[in-house]
Structure formats: C-alpha cells, structure tokens
C-alpha cells in the first residue's frame, strides 16, 4: 500500500521558519518527481515546489527565494524548508508525487496544516 505521510506543520509567527517533510513508502518513488502543493481556505490546490529524481528544483514564484525543497538519499522522503513566512502562507500543505512532471499526479498525501500568524 502506497502511503505519503507529511509532518512539520504547525503555527509560527511571521517572518519564522518551518520545515516540513514528507515520507513515501509502499513502492519505490526513485523514478518520480516528488513536491508540495498548497490549499488555502477558499482558494484551489496551487503547486508550490518539485524536486525531480536528479535533483532539479523547481518553485512557484511566490515562494522563489524563501523556500527550498531537497530529498534524502534514498529518493523517497522531501522536505521542504520555508522561510521568511508569510500570513499569506497559511494553507494545508500536502505532499505528491508523479511521473508526469507534476502535471498528473499519482500520490497524494493527506496534508498538514500551516498557519501563520500577522
């Protein structure tokens, strides 16, 4: 059974750090792309950041510069480094991975929460 299991989320204050991580297991996840997209309250499911199986990066704009996603060593667990946050930041965070350069996504995990306060 294929599982993606997030931690790390919390409430901080802005301009604080989280980092959160994201484990996969049930299948091998070397081969795929692995990232973070976000949902606000209100708002639809936006992408935040991707790390390929290489190690290329990629990241939403409105992140560029503040947070940074890396993977372990065994490919199958990410994590994701936020900084500088902002109340705007405030989502459920959740954890996916694919095949399809985040286009088309295979797992997702069931989220954390995040909250940042003003």
């Known amino acids: 059974q294929v599982q993606l299991v997030e931690s790390g989320g919390g409430l901080v204050q802005a301009g604080g750090s989280l980092r959160l991580s994201c484990a996969a297991s049930g299948r091998s996840f070397s081969s795929y792309y692995m990232g973070w997209f976000r949902q606000a309250p209100g708002k639809e499911r936006e992408f935040v950041s991707a790390?390929?199986?290489?190690?290329?990066?990629y990241y939403a704009d409105s992140v560029k510069g503040r947070f940074t996603i890396s993977r372990g060593d065994a490919k199958n667990t990410v994590y994701l480094q936020m900084n500088s946050l902002k109340p705007e930041d405030t989502a459920v965070y959740y954890c996916?991975?694919?095949?399809?350069?985040?286009?088309?996504?295979?797992?997702w995990g069931q989220g954390t929460q995040v909250t940042v306060s003003s």
């Open positions: 996916a991975a694919s095949l399809a350069t985040m286009t088309k996504i295979d797992y």
């Open positions: 790390v390929t199986w290489s190690g290329g990066t």
